[in-house]
């Protein structure tokens, strides 16, 4: 599917300029829905990497 996707947009007419403009992970945007955070802080005595548990992207 991810595929399918890839090449479908080559195609004219398969998406509108105004939605790749929009998507959420677009490079000049960044319209991520929700932070994303890791849970729990430390498991099995490791601790998760700093840059996961921060709330800017």
Do not use: C, W
């Amino acid at each position: 599917m991810v595929l399918i996707d890839a090449v479908s947009r080559y195609v004219d007419g398969v998406i509108s300029e105004e939605s790749i403009q929009e998507e959420s992970f677009s490079n000049d945007r960044n319209l991520l829905e929700y932070p994303q955070y890791t849970r729990p802080e430390e498991f099995h005595g490791v601790k998760v990497p700093e840059v996961l548990l921060s709330r800017t992207s």
